[in-house]
């Protein structure tokens, strides 16, 4: 229950969310932003190509075996499998990241719509008609000839029928 814009406990809504300290983050957080980062370096691609260009040398000292393929083939299958997980979640973690600097910098800004905060929950056909909206804003700014025009997605169609009024002299 809040009291004078406060939770009953007396503190604000910013004092009571906890910060996690990053010394806590999971096991497997760190393996995989760990990873990550090491798979995106130009290294990494290095080391790949070589064995690449090992195993094929050695191609002939095996006699082009079945084993000698065996080995190129598992050795690509598993770490594929592998970084394909290893990969999701630390986009998961960036994505999720973006996403909260996105909420601040729209909770923030007076005239934004605070109900665009949580449009990664709408299903798609909610998704298509904000994008209807948003084509429909573009198309009210394309037709006003100005650069700098901007709408909320709540005030949009009345800012725009304010301003046509003022323009015509019926304010």
Known sequence: MKRNGKPAN??????????????????FDRISTTVTRAAGRPGATILAFSLIVIWALSGPIFNFSDTWQ???????????????????QSQNKDTLALQLKLNE?????????????????????????????????????????ELYSSHSLDEATTFHTRKKSKRSGKA
């Open 70 to 88: 065996l080995v190129i083939n598992t050795g690509t299958t598993i770490i594929t499998f592998l970084m394909v997980f290893i990969i999701q």
């Open 105 to 145: 910098l729209i909770a923030c800004q007076e005239l934004a719509s605070n109900r665009l905060i949580d449009i990664e929950d709408l299903t798609e056909d909610e998704l298509m008609v904000l994008k209807k909206f948003y084509v429909k804003l573009s198309d009210l700014a394309e037709s006003e000839n």
């Open 10 to 27: 007396g503190k604000s809504s910013q004092q009571s969310v906890t910060k996690i300290p990053h010394n806590k983050a999971t096991f």
